[in-house]
């Protein structure tokens, strides 16, 4: 179990303002949350199955060092 509740970043936009609009900060703010579970369920499920949390998390570091966005940046 996480030790803590993960907290989201102030959302910006490329040239470092703030993105503002509510919606836009909910959807970004609930993607979090579910890809937080998933990667919990992962550790956990690895751990259970006899597998390392370390190996997980470098995994998942690695995972998330490979995204590519598949749109341009807006300015």
Not at 37 to 60: I, K, P
Request: aromatic share 6%; glycine share 6%.
């Amino acid at each position: 179990m996480r030790n803590s509740e993960f907290i989201p970043p102030i959302w910006l936009k490329p040239d470092g303002s703030i993105l503002s609009c509510v919606e836009k900060i909910k959807v970004l703010n609930e993607d979090f949350h579910e890809i937080e579970q998933l990667a919990q369920d992962t550790l956990d499920d690895a751990v259970l199955m006899g597998g390392t949390a370390a190996q997980v998390r470098q995994a998942l570091h690695d995972l998330v060092d490979g995204l590519v966005a598949g749109y341009e940046e807006q300015q």
